[in-house]
């Protein structure tokens, strides 16, 4: 059984927890996050499912994501998913969301990173979670999402991810 904080619309704490997999009341919302690691080739590092998982077992996903834990903010339920999926320990100290989608219940922080220092045969899989990882291009992340091999994100968010990945939302700075 796993808790998790329940937030208000403005994302503060509440005081209160909930069981993880129950449904929230309107108004009550969770904190998700997800990270994207890409190499200086354009390519992601994608995450495939374990079979035992609840939701979308077997399916490729991007880097890693998870919810964030009672006490954790954002940052520390990066690192902390992370360091338990791949056992990459990155620093997340001063790292923002490079974007925040609002949900239904919640909110989804995406912290996005360029790293070519990622060896594959050194990651530490979380066997529960995690049973391959592999570099991706956009072209073939698209092509298992259309067989439906890939979590069900929009094509054009994956898009978004490839092609933002530098920008931060804009292509000039704005003053």
Request: aromatic share 10%.
């Amino acid at each position: 059984m796993e808790l998790l904080d329940i937030y208000d619309e403005n994302r503060n704490r509440t005081g209160k927890t909930f069981v993880r997999g129950t449904s929230l009341p309107a108004g009550q919302y969770r904190l998700v996050i997800h990270i994207v690691i890409f190499n200086s080739e354009g390519k992601m590092l994608i995450q495939q499912r374990t079979p035992t998982k609840d939701t979308d077992p077997n399916l490729w996903d991007v880097t890693v994501g998870g919810c964030a834990a009672v006490g954790d903010d954002s940052r520390s339920a990066a690192h902390r998913e992370l360091m338990e999926e791949l056992g990459l320990d990155i620093d997340f100290s001063h790292e923002r969301p490079y974007i925040t989608i609002n949900f239904e219940s919640g909110f989804d922080d995406f912290y996005i990173f360029e790293r070519d220092d990622i060896d594959l045969t050194e990651l530490t899989l979380q066997a529960s979670e995690v049973q391959n990882v592999q570099w991706a291009t956009m072209q073939q992340v698209l092509a298992m999402l259309d067989r439906g091999e890939f979590i069900r994100y929009h094509e054009g968010f994956i898009r978004y991810l490839f092609d933002q990945r530098h920008h931060r939302g804009c292509h000039k700075k704005l003053i």
